[in-house]
């Protein structure tokens, strides 16, 4: 059992799971609108990856035997156009979430609660991994050079991203 302060951290941070899953669609639509497929298939792998970042922590709550409390979301604020300014708001998004998730394995320790504890280190390292992703594209555009024939490229190779998380979450526990 995790205290209702922990619950309430959790549930605010699936809040901020579906905010990025929410972001990253409405950064897909856009640059699909744009003629850049690539870079929304992408940006769609990604919508499903945070949809399972979300869904991970809504079954820990289950499993916890505490509620699950879903709030509004909140429209996705990003004004980008360019491909280099989108994907430095995602680096930028994405650094915000590890502060968000750092605060959670640092109130798991602060109760003692070495369960929360062991669950958030996954999120830990799928941060590194998500900023790390992040850097990697804006160092590949900067490659390539922000031009049109770079984010040609950029396209080419983002267009190659597949999905590897599940999509049926019934299968990730909390609803058994
Ligand atoms: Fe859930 O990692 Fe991105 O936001």
């Known amino acids: 059992m995790i205290t209702k302060r922990m619950a309430d951290r959790i549930n605010l941070q699936i809040n901020r799971e579906m905010y990025s899953a929410y972001l990253y669609m409405a950064m897909s639509a856009r640059m699909a ?15 499903h990856e945070e949809m399972f970042h979300a869904m991970k922590l809504y079954g820990y709550l289950q499993d916890q035997g505490a509620s699950v409390v879903l709030e509004a979301i909140a429209r996705p604020d990003f004004k980008e156009t360019g491909v280099k ?18 605060e959670i394995a640092a ?8 369960a929360t504890e062991a669950f958030i280190a996954w999120y830990i390292s799928e941060q590194v991994e998500e900023e790390k992703n992040a850097t990697e594209i804006l160092q590949t555009i900067d490659l390539l050079g922000d031009s049109a024939q770079g984010n040609f490229m ?23």
């Open 107 to 114: 109130l798991a320790r602060e109760e003692k609660d070495y």
């Open 33 to 47: 609108e744009a003629g850049y497929k690539g870079i929304a298939n992408w940006l769609m792998v990604q919508y």
């Open 85 to 102: 300014e989108l994907f430095q708001h995602v680096l930028e998004h994405e650094k915000g979430v590890s502060a968000s998730i750092r």
């Open 154 to 176: 950029l396209n080419i190779e983002l267009g190659k991203r597949k999905l590897t998380v599940p999509v049926n979450f019934a299968e990730l526990g909390g609803a058994d």
